[in-house]
RNA sequence: CGGGGUGUAGCGUAGUCCGGUUAGCGCACCUGCUUUGGGAGCAGGGGGUCGCAGGUUCAAAUCCUGCCACCCCGACCA
């Protein structure tokens, strides 16, 4: 483990170093791919177990897709063709020969029809849709999967941006238009209870512009989130799909009445980019700050026992306060190897770990603990009758990252008028920029040519016709947040 | 695919210009002892087809030729 790299030396090699070093993921051996090593998977599984109840309290069912679909589903929505037709990976052949311990692919072993991996699968999804829906009483029907995708991407980071990814796809169809996108914004709301509750991040929300949305919606919702470096990240997507995919599948239903009717529908879903996000968000010089809620390790325990003094009272003293504290369902882990407490203390840090209690002579013989904040570095003494207000400070670290992340997002964004304070913004500093648009492709093209800003997402509809846009000074249509994005 | 760069132990590197000991060092790793309140100390130890292939030479990490891989910058993107 070395020092990391300071955020204000260069924010991506920090990025990095703090992956790396906290063991979260490694790179794996194929370029754009990650190894999510068992600590950044614990900290993915407790995300995933918070959304995963708030997907299924809310009416959805869990499922399992194929990997593998046919290249000719992925031809049957235009713009979803349009969208991932660079990116995918195809599977040609089936066999391989065995030569002098060298393999080649064996020409003959050729598919009649080549395979996709899975860019996104709404359009096998679909497919089974048509076989699953006749009648009225087969909707809503609403499905999620956890699954792993491949984008064939040509800069991958870690988690940010990887060849392959985890996420959740949920895929709902509906009888109505109105049902639909009541869905699409329910999605919205668990994305951003998940984001600021458990995840203690705030959001910016909004509609995706045309260039922005998702391949093959009417309309998508962003979940947008604000890193240290004051850059954007597109942290969550909900998309109201219409009926572009079930008359592409051709999927009908019969109504009461016995009149066929169109099915519509939605999809949404967050990745393992999250993790890329709480990074960014929370972090600092020492490395992670985990919020409590996902953490893995809630409390480390750390025993400083010079001399081998009264060593079986004091382990027993140690092993006191670790039960106190599962007794209240903390998740805790007791460091008790040879490394020494400076070591540790650092160790612990920079996994983000967000409670360390530290046990020596003194706090043993005083019937207390060290309690050291990883928020704010805190450190107060807690005896050891009162351990059960530890639970109470895992809430307050919680709920004040948050807020201190709330406050960094609202401190850096602003609102201007005029392009000339648009561009003075940017080129001072990384800003989320509030500003009226024209809702003209041409004018966020040019907009995002010249200062590398681009519509994050589209907060309001402009009612109010003295409102200009601040590029072509036309009726501005929309209230918009512009920001350099990842 | 265009421009630039780099390949020496798990990581970071010295040596390459000007060929010549057993390829050196730091971190990490292993063993033992001593240690433990903010990145411990001492001693010992293991680990290298110097990216690959050919060539020049008595002798190649070093010179020549070809190939490969990766990184950075641009066009694509959750």
Known sequence: MAKITKQSENFSKWYTDVILDADLADYGPVKGTMVVKPYGFSLWTNIR????????????????????????????????????????????????????????????SRLEEEIIVRPTSETIIWHMFKKWITSYRDLPLKVNQWANVVRWEMRTRLFLRTSEFLWQ??????????????????IVDIYRKLFEEHLAIPTMIGRKSNLERFAGADETFSIETMMRD???????????????????????????????LPVYATS???????????????????????????????????????????QEEFTSFVDRVNQGLVGQNVRTFIDDNNESPGFKFNKWELKGVPIRIEIGLKEFENMEVTVCRRDNSEKQQVPIDKIDEIPIILQNIQDSLFNDAKTFMDDNTCTVNTFADFTETLSNDNQFIKAYWDGTDDTELQIKEKTKATIRCILEDNEDSSNKCIFSGQTAKHLVVFAKAY
């Open 169 to 186: 796809e949920g895929h709902t169809a509906h009888a109505t238009k109105e049902e639909a996108m009541e869905e699409t914004l329910l």
């Open 268 to 310: 949404w879903g967050v990745s393992t980019r999250m993790v890329g996000a709480l990074i960014m968000v929370h972090g600092d010089d020492k490395g992670l700050k985990i919020p409590p809620k996902i953490a893995p390790t809630q409390v480390v325990i750390i025993p400083i026992n010079p001399k081998n003094q009264k």
């Open 49 to 108: 177990n918070s959304l995963n109840q708030m997907i299924i309290d809310s009416g959805h069912e869990n499922a399992y897709f194929p990997l593998f679909i046919p290249k000719s589903f992925l031809e049957k929505e235009a713009k979803h063709v349009e969208g991932f037709a660079k990116e995918c990976a195809v599977v040609t052949h089936s066999k391989l020969i065995s030569e002098d311990g060298s393999l080649t692919v064996d020409p003959d």
């Open 230 to 260: 004051k850059k954007a990240l597109q942290a969550g997507t909900s998309h109201y799909l219409g009926t572009n995919f079930g008359s592409a599948f051709d999927v009908k239903f019969q109504s009461k009445d016995n009149k066929e």
